[in-house]
């Protein structure tokens, strides 16, 4: 059973230029979110999907920032015109529906992080 | 909007002694997580605790919840180096199924000789 993967694992940019990254759910969990963490913080949420359809979105991600998951199994979180502000780990995490509990458990992936110089 | 603090922020302990590292949060919730990170890495899940009451035990940590008190509580037996690392408290605070979380800042756990 492979668990949630991320790609690339770090990824250094410069300021202005477009950035994606991709995240690989554990199979058959139908709910994928994605997560960022800057230094000595806890991960703040950014959005999540179920199957394809995206659910929610934060107020922290930006119009530079699109998120897809277009066919239900993998999806991608693009950066536009990055900024120094950008640069954090991005984690993803896949999670299972337990029964009438609901999404009660979230596997997250090794990250991706960002430096934007 | 939820809060989620976490108390203390940084916990330097001797290696045998116990320890109790608290989470509270400031809106209504039954869910509540406790992670692991260690430096550069990604989050390992310790505990889910999804009731008032709950109380979990893995080796030498325990956790337990209280809902009515909105504070959860990760208790370190007789500590040895390899707990040392950051753990994070977190939160869900959706009104419906979404189970988005909130997380604490962490407590970085030190464990000397």
């Known amino acids: 059973d492979t668990g949630v993967s991320q790609d690339p694992r770090h990824k250094i940019t410069k300021r202005g230029q477009n950035v994606t990254f991709r995240c690989d759910p554990i199979?058959?969990?139908?709910?994928l979110y994605w997560y960022r963490q800057t230094l000595g913080q806890g991960p703040e949420f950014l959005t999540y999907?179920?199957?394809?359809?995206?659910?929610?979105k934060s107020r922290l991600l930006s119009d530079r920032f699109s998120a897809e998951r277009p066919k239900g199994s993998f999806s991608t979180l693009e950066i536009q015109r990055t900024e120094q502000g950008d640069s954090a780990m991005y984690l993803c995490?896949?999670?299972?529906?337990?029964?009438?509990?609901?999404?009660?458990?979230?596997?997250f992936g090794p990250g991706t992080r960002l430096t934007v110089t | 909007e939820l809060k989620v603090e976490q108390n203390p922020l940084f916990l330097s302990m001797q290696e045998g002694k116990n320890y109790t590292i608290y989470c509270n949060y400031s809106?209504?919730?039954?869910?509540l997580y406790w992670y692991r990170q260690d430096p550069g890495k990604s989050l390992e899940s310790l505990f889910v605790?999804?009731?008032?009451?709950a109380v979990k035990q893995e080796g030498r940590l325990m956790a337990s919840l209280d809902t009515k008190a909105r504070l959860s509580t990760l208790h370190i037996t007789a500590a040895v180096h390899d707990l040392s690392a950051t753990y994070f408290c977190?939160?869900?605070?959706?009104?419906?199924?979404?189970?988005?979380?909130?997380f604490g800042t962490g407590t970085r756990l030190q464990v000397t000789l």
């Open positions: 999907f179920q199957n394809e359809a995206q659910l929610e």
């Open positions: 605790l999804l009731s008032n009451g």
């Open positions: 977190a939160v869900d605070g959706s009104t419906g199924t979404a189970s988005k979380l909130t």
């Open positions: 199979s058959e969990h139908n709910r």
């Open positions: 809106t209504t919730s039954d869910r």
């Open positions: 995490a896949s999670s299972p529906k337990r029964g009438s509990w609901g999404w009660i458990e979230q596997y």
